[in-house]
């Protein structure tokens, strides 16, 4: 018995939706870090095995069955327009989905989780309340927090660890039951519907979001400016980093260029187990104020709607 799905992830920012989909993929599609709005985009994971698949605004394929993971950018208030984008992309994922993933940081539950818990019980799907970084909290204090969650309207409560794995398998097998029988939406072999320049661009920006300041990540977008194969086994590939202040461009270049050659070395590696071969990466930097309110710039860094 065959079964296939979409699922969102659905959660404050910085609460591990990323790390979880691409644990449940079990391949790197959606760039994380410590920083809040890390994910901009509504980004498609799938899992296929024997007898289903699950698609995650991500794609996960095992055996017949597939899943379809819908990683969504975390709920919060807009202040630009780039911020509406991104709520109208996590809100979006939540259009014709089978089944609901709702998560918490277990290590920093506020008031903001209780509100989102609240509202995204309404939906008349099968959902799951996932605990997530249960690793760094003492039991007693998960039973507390299990407890708390007792009657939020969830079909189930799972902790887990997206970090390390633990409980990542459990919940899994937890989905496909949530899933109704039907045919695989993607081939078996799909782990994303992201184009390759697009997870490019955004492997250098997660590398400088982990290295940067911190008044600098949330202005800075990355364009593939060109991506030619030299060879079977050698990429070039030429981006641009934009940011909004001049003042930044000398933080994101550093001292001697150190900064941007750490950013290069390290997104160049994540590119080339990517694609599969060598890869020469050439970066700039460039100054573009106010692009996060400019619906021409957010076009051109890949921020538009699909409709």
Known sequence: MQHSGFIAIMGRPNVGKSTLMNAMVGEKVAIVSNRPQTTRNRIMGIYTEKDAQIVFCGVLTRGENQFVFLDTPGLHTPRTRLGEYMMKAAKDALQGIDALIVMVDATAVGKHDDQIV????????????????IDLLPKESLLALMQRYQAAGYDDIVPISAAKGDGVEELKQLLISYLPE????????????????????????EKALLHLREEVPHGI??????????????????????????????????KQGAMLKQIGQEARQDIETLLGMHVHLQLWVKVRENWRNRMDDLRTLGYEDKE
């Open 118 to 133: 609240e509202d995204m019980s309404r939906y008349e799907v099968k959902k799951a309340l996932v605990l997530n970084k």
């Open 221 to 254: 977008g990355v364009e593939m400016m060109a991506m030619n194969k030299l060879s079977d086994n050698l990429m070039e590939i030429h981006a641009t980093i934009y940011c909004e202040r001049a003042a930044h461009k000398g933080i994101i270049i550093g």
């Open 182 to 205: 039907g045919p695989q939406y993607f081939p078996a072999d799909a782990v994303t519907d992201q184009p390759e320049r697009l997870i490019c661009a955004e492997l250098i920006r």
